[in-house]
């Protein structure tokens, strides 16, 4: 709501989370305006007009077959539908991934060169509309992909604005970036329902100086090639160098001999939610625990955590000792990628968020709390706080379970595999 009508609104200042980028209070409840506004008195007339209408929209697929795994994928994608005109979302990401297929399609075209693994590229259809291109690409294709893919890169939005490279992903491709959350983009169905290692690639303006969640012509007819020209990209650089940085994370992906994941910056990253899990639950969970007949504590959830840190080393070690033999020892190359492929994969539980269609993956489901841990264990903990409901404690211990589960699980599949 447009920040004039928000502080002429009656009624009270809405809750801190409601509250938009305007430095503006937000009022709710109303009815009507302010009694000391120059609007009171007048009406408002919104009119709104939705028809119902069937339309058809495609997703547009590439592909490069691998040389030496053709079953093993590297999925690019971005969505190609858009509000308005759509100059930077998608176009701007759609610019970056045709660029990309055509210097990569010239390669191999030109004989020059074939990946390793198979690169998929897609171009979806009807995001804007609640991410359906990919999410039924994702069901429709559910087993090869489940099986098969190695990681997916989303670049949406390629240039929010001129400042800085922003990268996020899961811990796995950490050493690419920082992390992915949320379900903004078409890489939701791939994480959440899949538990595919994913990223989502941007440059972006300074986010210390301004509350603002996206740049200003989002979403509005204001977002045209001339706007994007003269505004956010002149000389379209940013555009090159999110060209540059995908192409390249999409190389190493599809191209390198082991997979370049570091599962000990996964573990790390384990580590960092679990103290934050323990600093802020631990003393209140064995407290209601007895009252409501759990003994299971956060030992066993340490516990698991330290087997993953310990096997991530150890499949570290395996790796590089590994390197030497790689080419007479395919078949355990072949093992340990898949190893490193599945660990985000271990971490899906379909039963864990009975309430969440198609969320499963235990580390990076949504939240609404603001802690920076289990977001499935945050929800039920900060449930249970707040209604003191012997049921809700139990919910919360049975996320405490969840969690050293699948932490415990993951672990496993980086053991040696017999
Ligand atoms: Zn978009």
């Known amino acids: 709501m447009p920040c004039i009508y928000g502080s002429e609104l009656g009624g009270e200042p809405s809750p801190e989370s409601w509250h938009g980028g305007f430095n ?16 009171n008195n007048s009406d408002v007339k919104m009119d709104i007009y939705n028809k119902e209408e069937l339309k058809n929209s495609s997703n547009v697929m590439g592909v490069i077959r691998g040389s030496v795994e053709p079953d093993r994928y ?21 610019a970056v991934m045709l660029e990309i297929t055509r210097v990569l399609g010239k ?110 012509a989002y979403h509005t007819a204001y977002d045209t090639f001339d706007y994007a020209s003269k505004f956010i990209d002149p000389g379209f650089t940013s555009h090159q160098t999110v060209a540059r940085t995908a ?59 330290f087997t993953i840190m310990f096997m991530s080393l150890y499949i570290c070690h395996t790796c590089l000792k590994s390197f030497s033999l790689s080419f007479n020892r395919p078949y355990k190359i072949r093992r340990i990628n898949d190893q490193l492929m599945l ?10 968020f009975p309430d969440k269609y198609a969320y499963r993956h235990v580390i990076w489901a949504s939240r609404s709390s603001g802690l920076a841990t289990f977001p499935g264990l945050a ?18 211990h049975k996320h405490l379970s969840i969690v050293a589960q699948a932490i415990a699980g993951a672990a496993s599949t980086l053991e040696e595999v017999i």
């Open 247 to 305: 192409g390249n994370v999409l190389l190493r992906l599809a191209d390198s001999l082991l997979l370049p994941f570091n599962c000990s910056d996964y573990a790390e990253s384990l580590e960092q939610y679990l103290q934050v899990a323990l600093d802020n639950f631990q003393e209140e969970l064995s407290k209601h625990g007895q009252k409501v007949g759990h003994t299971f504590s956060f030992n066993v959830c340490c516990w698991a955590f």
């Open 379 to 396: 929800d039920a903990f900060e449930g249970a706080k707040n209604s003191g409901l012997k049921q809700d404690w139990s919910k919360a």
């Open 107 to 216: 390669m191999v075209k030109e004989g020059k060169w074939r990946p390793r693994r198979s690169i998929i590229f897609g171009s979806w259809g009807a995001e804007e509309f609640g991410l359906i291109g990919s999410a039924e690409y994702t069901e429709e294709y559910y087993t090869k992909l489940f099986e098969r893919s190695v990681a997916y890169i989303n670049v949406d939005i390629s240039v929010f604005g001129r400042y800085a490279f922003h990268c996020i992903s899961q811990f796995l491709l950490q050493n690419f970036v920082g992390h992915l959350t949320g379900a903004g983009s078409d890489y939701a169905a791939f994480i959440h329902f899949l538990g595919i290692t994913s990223m989502d690639i941007s440059y972006t303006y300074d986010r210390s100086k301004t509350k603002a969640r996206i740049y200003p």
């Open 24 to 39: 503006c209070t937000y009022n709710v409840g109303g009815p009507g305006f302010r009694a000391s506004s120059i609007f």
């Open 74 to 94: 590297v999925i690019y994608g971005n969505h190609r539908d858009s509000w308005v005109h759509g100059a930077i979302d998608p176009s701007s990401g759609t």
């Open 343 to 352: 660990l985000d994969r271990a971490f899906l539980d379909p039963m864990a």
